[in-house]
């Protein structure tokens, strides 16, 4: 990795730009993303689900700006060849939950939901690392119908190293009962009811 990537790491220095990172919130590993010069980093993870009545979404995530400046460049592309082209600065880091079949560096349409778009999650730059942020999001609504979608972690930087961490990342999920459990559930209430009604009677 002498440019960048995305590795499965257990320490505490970046083994693409050799920048300090936090390390793993608990255990020993966890994802990190390092763009060094110029660079897009891509980490996904497909999922299905049927109908669900509620859905949380949470992981643990640091964002590391290691420019001189260490000042955030936005953009609606993850593209920074194109941007390079165009003379503009890219430096940012962006959580997405995507469409299934979308492309790793979708934007606009394909793009269900964004979690996180800007720079880093503290005021340490250069060889500083941030501390882990937690970050929890409720899905019931959006997974609500169930189906099959992308979550998409990435950075992407023509300026200098924008290293995130990753870890813990869960998502808890309530299912919605079957008819039959419906049905099931319905038969017991009467039944209860129809005891309840004898005993007054007697």
Do not use: C, H
């Not at 003379?87 to 940012?92: C, Q």
């Not at 979708?106 to 250069?126: E, I, K, M, P």
């Amino acid at each position: 990795m002498a440019t960048g990537g995305v590795v499965v790491d257990n320490g505490t220095v970046s083994p693409a730009s050799g920048w300090a990172t936090t390390g793993a919130a608990s255990g020993s590993n966890y994802a990190l993303l390092d763009s060094y010069w110029p660079g897009a980093f891509i980490m996904t993870q497909s999922f299905s689900t049927g109908a669900v009545s509620a859905a949380t979404l949470s992981f643990k995530m640091f964002v590391n700006d290691n420019s001189v400046e260490g000042k955030t460049y936005m953009s609606n592309s993850l593209d920074v060849l194109a941007a390079n082209d165009a003379g503009s600065l890219v430096n940012l880091a962006r959580v997405d939950l995507l469409k299934s079949g979308a492309a790793a560096d979708a934007t606009g349409s394909d793009v269900v939901a964004t979690f996180y778009l800007g720079g880093a999650t503290g005021r340490n730059f250069q060889d500083q690392s941030n501390s882990y942020g937690d970050f929890t999001y409720d899905l019931s609504g959006l997974l609500a119908a169930g189906g099959n979608y992308t979550l998409r972690f990435a950075t992407a930087s023509n300026v200098g190293s924008m290293v995130m961490g990753v870890d813990n990342v869960s998502l808890q999920v309530a299912a919605v009962p079957e008819p039959e459990s419906y049905a099931m559930l319905l038969a017991g209430l009467g039944l209860i009811g129809a005891i309840s009604r004898r005993r007054n009677r007697g």
